[in-house]
């Protein structure tokens, strides 16, 4: 519920525990007045004096305005005129001028949630948006700050549109999409680290004096930062404390950043990262930031994870997906890397169909006369030579097994060894006169130029035109250096990143239109591009080319802090593990794996036959689970990460009626007796049942559930909780 209150000169948005409040100030800037636990009242505005003539002591009097300004608690920040915190937006004008002061000007309320033009967004009908119109005539331009609620949903929606209003051109060097004042307080923040097959490991930090920064400029939203950060209370745990949160809708480069001020209030920023960023905005022009969800929860880390999952099951993801069981799917990429032909292909199909799997993923290899990962990006043919008979023989056959049928795509890149590359050298994103450096030996196509969007788009799209293909994984491997178009003058370079995203939204969103059956599943050496973003167009995002049981803990539990499991991408691979070398049983890789979108990556011809016996069990198990995981509220209980011996994770249905235990223990320990799990989520009032005995769910949760240790590492288990 979104209300202006015209007495108070106040903006209060409801959801069913949060508030979220902002003013006009000396009826000329908005400013952030409150964010947390909802409150009834709307007279609030005196916590920063709002309704005296000066705030927070000084006077709004053109002699301390700097001053003033620089203390303002601002609902979207500019800099150049006294706010020397980060500023969410700097332009230049054509004769040089960067300075931008925000003035209010209107507002409206309305029903529902527009769609942000080019870009992912949250939807849904039961939602309002506020949308506040600011405005800087020296500039010429409107600012249109949206904020959108759902109902039922402790989370607040937001992006910026920035219009030229004027008759010059301006050049937009930096627009965040959110800012956020929080008080006086002591605060952590969380973030998510990582690296290539060690993606979004959490790191929590004290916030001292000054600047804490977190980001990507490397087109992607990447492996090593993540497009989130909360900031907590000092004393925040899983289930108590004050967490707000910001999770960017976007998949390149970001920033999110919470600096703490001289008065000792913290402003908390994310948006594109102005980086190598410019836009070149012509007179009435306009440009969409992507969006900001914010989210707040009193009662710590589990309910903000839980508010995320809900808002992006029921509100981000494709409606067709989100709570559709997806296939047990095979992928050969680890099981053959590129040393495949269609009869090996065939025969892991072949075997897969005898144990419940029911998809063949074909990965990278099958085109061009790409052996190894020096050629033919960018040549989207299939090589006949290797799949002799061709793509649709091989799909036919893989489907008359009773199998579906996926392929892997990388279409944002292209090999210098490769056909089309020799005809066209410009389509590379390259700076001239300097040799491009290479990663993988692959260049980036360049998604500037129309005619290179259209010519990627038809590559794909005639593949899955011929044959029964009713799922794509799309692969994105290097990030970007030498950052230049052919296409684009020199006062547009500065828009090649963001335009490639653009770029990329539009084919995923074409190909959607075109193949509306299509599962969909994104991939960025691993998973260098899991993110909102790229979870509107696929419900599922291939997590980490680490599929390591045990280095799986960390990551996932960091992916899970805001994306539901079914998004995971997780599979069962083949031992000694080829990330890590760490041989662990076959049972707790399917256990592990089932936190996610369970799949296989091996020559199931292969493996044991004690390992390929455990198979079709595993698939039984589950899609048993399948619809809790799908559609619970997930729960951290321990976290091997703090504790270094044990993990733990719990999903409760939301009738409360079920609930699964997952526990691995990581390290075996001498000398100790059972293990007490307290649960949580669970109806204190029920009677529930576990391994054929019954107790109260209160004293599950209370006292809690004694684990009987297993013998050695590496060992996991699922225990099942029913309502009885
Ligand atoms: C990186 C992906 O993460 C892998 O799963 C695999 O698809 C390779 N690319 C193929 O080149």
Redesign the pocket.
């Known amino acids: 519920m979104i209300r202006f209150y015209q007495k108070e000169n106040i903006f209060k948005l409801d959801t069913p525990n949060t508030s979220y409040v902002m003013g006009i100030a000396c009826g000329r800037y908005l400013t952030h007045i409150y964010y947390g636990k909802y409150i009834n009242s709307v007279n609030i505005g005196y916590i920063i004096d709002m309704d005296a003539e000066d705030i927070n002591g000084i006077k709004m009097d053109m002699g301390e305005k700097p001053g003033f300004l620089d203390k303002l608690p601002m609902e979207y920040s500019f800099g150049g005129m006294g706010d020397y915190r980060e500023s969410c937006i700097e332009l230049s004008s054509d004769f040089g001028q960067r300075g931008v002061e925000l003035l209010y000007d209107s507002y409206e309320i309305i029903d529902g949630k527009p769609e942000l033009k080019g870009l992912p967004s949250t939807f849904g009908e039961d939602s309002q948006t506020l949308i506040i119109y600011l405005k800087d005539d020296v500039h010429g331009i409107k600012v249109e700050l949206r904020y959108s609620v759902f109902e039922g949903i402790d989370a607040v929606i937001r992006s910026v549109i920035l219009k030229n209003t004027g008759d010059k051109t301006l050049y937009v060097n930096k627009i965040l999409s959110s800012c956020l004042e929080l008080p006086e307080n002591d605060y952590d923040y969380l973030a998510l680290h990582g690296s290539w097959g060690r993606e979004r490991h959490m790191e929590r930090q004290h916030i001292g004096f000054g600047k804490y920064s977190v980001g990507s400029a490397r087109g992607i939203s990447s492996h090593q930062e993540h497009p989130f950060m909360a900031v907590l209370s000092e004393d925040a745990t899983q289930e108590h404390g004050d967490v707000y949160a910001m999770n960017f809708v976007y998949s390149g480069n970001f920033i999110s950043q919470i600096e703490k001020s001289q008065f000792g209030s913290h402003r908390f920023v994310m948006g594109i990262n102005p980086e190598g960023f410019c836009w070149k905005l012509s007179a009435g022009e306009e440009f969409t930031a992507p969006e900001v969800v914010l989210v707040y929860s009193d009662s710590g880390i589990d309910k903000m994870s839980h508010t995320f999952h809900d808002l992006y099951r029921d509100h981000l993801i494709r409606k067709q997906w989100v709570y559709a069981e997806r296939p047990v799917l095979i992928n050969n990429?680890e099981g053959t890397y590129f040393d495949f032909d269609e009869k090996k292909i065939y025969d892991i199909a072949e075997e897969a169909s005898k144990h419940g799997i029911e998809m063949l993923v074909m990965?990278?290899g099958w085109f061009g006369h790409r052996n190894d990962?020096r050629t033919s990006l960018g040549d989207w043919y299939v090589n006949e030579d290797k799949l002799k008979g061709g793509l649709k023989k091989l799909v036919d056959n893989i489907n008359s097994l009773g199998m579906k049928f996926g392929i892997?795509f990388?279409p944002e890149m292209i090999s210098p060894d490769s056909d089309v590359y020799r005809e066209h050298p410009d389509w590379a994103v390259r700076i001239p006169g300097r040799e491009p450096g290479q990663r993988r030996n692959q260049l980036i196509i360049d998604l500037s130029k129309r005619e290179v969007i259209e010519y990627v788009y038809e590559s794909v799209a005639k593949i899955l035109r011929s044959a029964n293909i009713e799922y794509v994984?799309w692969?994105m491997?290097r990030g970007f250096t030498d950052v230049a178009s052919a296409c684009l003058d020199s006062d547009r370079q500065g828009e090649v990143m963001h335009r490639h995203m653009l770029a990329v939204y539009e084919l995923q969103g074409r190909l959607l239109e075109e193949f509306p059956y299509l599962l969909l599943e994104n991939?960025s050496?691993?998973g260098g591009r899991l993110d909102p973003g790229m979870l509107y167009y696929s419900p599922q995002i291939?997590c980490s080319?680490d599929t390591d049981a045990i280095e799986r803990l960390a990551i996932q539990e960091g992916t899970a802090l805001m994306y539901p499991l079914s998004v995971i991408g997780a599979h069962v691979s083949d031992c000694p593990n080829h990330a890590v070398g760490r041989v662990t049983p076959f049972e707790t890789r399917g256990i592990v794996a089932m936190a996610g979108t369970f799949g296989y990556e091996l020559d199931i011809t292969k493996i044991s036959d004690e390992d390929r016996d455990m198979i079709s069990g595993q698939v039984e198990m589950y899609k048993k689970y399948c619809p809790l995981i799908q559609s619970g509220d997930y729960y951290r209980v321990a976290s091997y990460q703090q504790n270094h011996y044990y993990d733990c994770y719990e999903i409760v249905s939301k009738d409360k009626n079920e609930a699964m235990l997952v526990f691995i223990q990581v390290m075996a320990q001498i000398n100790m007796g059972g293990r007490l799990i307290k649960l949580k989520g669970l109806n204190p009032d029920k009677k529930y049942s576990i391994e054929d005995k019954i107790y109260t769910g209160d004293t599950l949760m209370n006292a809690g559930f004694l684990i009987k240790r297993p013998d050695g590492d590496f060992k996991a288990k699922i225990y099942n909780i029913k309502a009885v």
């Open positions: 990429w990965d990278d990962d892997w990388e994984k692969d491997n991939c050496s691993g291939w080319d």
